[in-house]
């Protein structure tokens, strides 16, 4: 296996052309929708991972997953969980061996989500041991999407640190939710051949 020993600096990253999920996005928040969509992952085998929360500025105070992401090279799956809890359809894939769920630092958000239901997860592989194999000295997502993409993703605070639990969600942060999924997956590709 080869290693990469060079990090990337936000300078370089700031040099790098900004790309964003372009594809079909997929609000899911009633059990319609749920019913609809699940029939479209039906046969997929890797998916782009991630989960949003929404953010606590008190002491103390802890909030649920919010957001389940699943992306494809073309398709993101946005799960509005505050709406819908964990269905046994989500949980299925979760549990699933034979699907690939890619994402980074996964830990909190898997027991975030078994917080809202029971299930034993499988198939789960962390880009954070990828990068650690590779010898990659800045493992978060920016920063990797940086050195093995060859782009820069929007990390910014606002929407990092926006309310996941609004009732509506706006573009800019479904679209951002959608590109943290399908950067995982994108990685991946790259990544699981070097």
């Not at 917080?115 to 954070?128: M, V, W």
């Amino acid at each position: 296996m080869r290693k990469h020993q060079s990090a990337i600096t936000d300078e370089e990253i700031k040099q790098l052309p900004r790309k964003e999920f372009d594809g079909e996005i997929f609000l899911i928040d009633t059990i319609n929708k749920l019913e609809q969509a699940m029939p479209m992952l039906d046969g997929v085998d890797i998916l782009g991972f991630d989960t949003e929360t929404r953010p606590s500025f008190k002491k103390g105070k802890n909030y649920e997953v919010s957001l389940l992401q699943l992306a494809t090279a073309d398709q993101a799956f946005l799960f509005r969980l505050n709406y819908l809890g964990l269905p046994q359809a989500v949980r299925d894939i979760l549990e699933d061996e034979r699907i690939l769920k890619i994402g980074l630092a996964l830990r909190d958000d898997v027991s975030g989500l078994q917080r809202l239901g029971d299930f034993e997860p499988a198939g789960f592989i962390d880009l954070q041991d990828m990068a650690n194999e590779h010898s990659v000295p800045h493992n978060g997502l920016k920063k990797l999407a940086g050195k093995f993409l060859k782009y820069r993703i929007s990390k910014s605070r606002s929407k990092r640190l926006s309310n996941w639990e609004a009732e509506n969600l706006g573009p800019k942060q479904v679209r951002y939710a959608a590109t943290d999924a399908w950067v995982c997956y994108k990685l991946y590709q790259v990544m699981k051949d070097l």
